[in-house]
């Protein structure tokens, strides 16, 4: 696995490096830079933690919401437009957040978060370089997502001490010039020989046999449901592992350990898909990635405060769920077409984003009305379903 992982650092080229590090550095900024201010926020202006979650959710909607037209423009050959574009508004927003006084501009600004990460997050640049590097994309897409894997590795600990230290609004003013500093011009370099700025020919006999939208299809409504439930049960799982732990006995240093765990097994998903990728098929990847997360939360709801059992969910749900960044555009390409690629993965993001923004919302009232031991059925449920829609998208491409 370490000489699979050394020979494709050293097989990447400049631009994938550039890209890799840019999407690091705007997830870092643009997403977990709100948990790392959050208790900040509540502390320093008196808003409850209940109207501030709302802000961050109404960003992914609205990066749902826009995903569809960002895809649309990748498509035309403005995809090094849009990445770059979107990095600038999100460094702009992050800088103006620092001087935010209200709710109300705290709401306008995380509202054109939103529109910025709809532009040069993981489903743009993804679109961009499957739109642009064909058969190669699957790496470049791998080295992207495990670098970008570290992005809450460098938020949480420089956030915080930036914001222990000098406050929060130093804290957003660092990584606003993080984001215009340095990933701007990286996505400026990165995408700039992989750039088709001029539109395509709409007329083009590859896409003609491809229906204009892709709500039309059922492959798309199959995938959509087999990546959204996926995004729902982790989300809920991640949004109240700490409190579903205490609830079950386990210890403050256990639960933080359990839950600390998840991000680095992302990690060593990918790193082991990328060890194997030439070996199994992205479709058994993806299936497995599946009953990863169905038997992760069956242990975690079995498991009380054992560590062994938590430890176990932990690297299980981590490596399931990190290696769909990887595998839902490559899957999606393979099943759906190469053309017009943008849109369908824009329009994907809609209900994925949408479902991932919700899931915390969705736990707390289940939470409500069943406890967490209906939060966990649930988070069992959903990547059962979302098992049985992939293999019949499988099933139809075959």
């Known amino acids: 696995m370490i000489k699979a992982v050394y020979a494709a650092i050293r097989g990447a080229d400049r631009r994938a490096w550039q890209l890799a590090v840019a999407e690091t550095l705007a997830w870092a900024g643009m997403y977990y830079l709100f948990p790392v201010l959050l208790l900040h926020w509540e502390r320093d202006q008196g808003w409850s933690r209940g109207d ?15 995903a569809p037209m960002t895809g649309r423009l990748i498509d035309r050959g403005y995809g090094r437009r849009v990445l770059i574009s979107s990095a600038v508004l999100g460094g702009l927003s992050l800088a103006a957040l620092a001087f ?11 509202f054109v978060i939103g529109v910025a990460m709809a532009g040069c997050l993981y ?50 003013g660092l990584f606003a010039a993080l984001i215009l500093g340095v990933a701007v011009p990286l996505f400026w370099f990165g995408t700039a020989a992989d750039a088709t700025d001029a539109p395509q020919a709409p007329h083009h006999k590859a896409e003609q046999s491809v229906p204009a939208s892709p709500w039309s299809r059922r492959a798309f409504w199959f995938l959509a449901c087999a990546f959204s439930t996926t995004g729902l049960a982790h989300g809920m799982l991640i949004s109240h592992l700490l409190p579903l732990l205490d609830e079950r ?31 199994v098929s992205v479709f058994f990847v993806t299936g497995l990635s599946f009953v990863f997360m169905i038997v992760a939360t069956s242990i ?25 960044s990887i595998t839902k555009p490559v899957v999606t ?31 707390a009232q289940v939470w409500q009305a069943g406890g967490y031991d209906a939060v966990l059925l649930l988070a069992i449920l959903l990547p059962m ?13 075959r």
């Open 52 to 66: 501030l979650s709302i802000a961050l959710t109404m960003a992914f909607v609205v990066a749902a919401l826009g």
């Open 100 to 110: 935010v006084n209200t709710l109300t501009m705290f709401f306008v600004v995380w």
């Open 123 to 172: 489903e743009s640049c993804f679109a961009f370089v499957t739109h642009t590097r064909s058969d190669g994309a699957q790496r470049v897409i791998t080295l992207i997502t495990l670098a970008a894997g570290f992005a809450s590795t460098i938020a949480f600990p420089i956030a915080g001490a930036v914001a222990d230290g000098w406050g929060w609004r130093a804290s957003a």
């Open 249 to 279: 006995g386990a210890t403050p240093e256990l639960a933080l350990l359990t839950a600390s765990l998840i991000g680095p097994m992302q990690v060593a998903g990918r790193v082991a898909l990328m060890s194997f990728d030439h070996r």
């Open 300 to 324: 975690l709801y079995v498991a009380g405060a054992v560590m062994a059992g938590l430890l176990l969910f932990s690297i299980l749900q981590g490596t399931g769920f990190g290696v769909t």
């Open 333 to 363: 390409v393979r099943i759906m077409g190469r053309a017009n690629f943008g849109a369908i993965s824009g329009a994907l993001a809609v209900p994925y984003m949408t479902s991932y923004a919700f899931a915390p919302s969705v736990a």
């Open 385 to 397: 379903i979302g098992f049985f829609a992939f293999y019949a998208a499988r099933l139809g491409h």
